[in-house]
């Protein structure tokens, strides 16, 4: 559905070094990053902070 509330939909990218603005198109509105790659570094620094060597 188009015309719907985009501004709510609104967000700000949760990586770091990115302040990128996307619309989050999901259904629950999950999104947190501008793209799948930092959402992709985000995912790796997680993981390597865990402790775990790759
Ligand atoms: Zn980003």
Do not use: E, I, W
């Amino acid at each position: 559905m188009l015309g719907g509330d985009f501004r709510d939909r609104l967000g700000v990218c949760t990586a770091p070094h990115c302040d990128r603005v996307y619309v989050d198109v999901s259904r629950n509105g999950t999104r947190r990053f501008c793209g799948t790659a930092c959402q992709n570094r985000v995912k790796t620094a997680a993981f390597r902070a865990r402790g775990r060597t790759a």
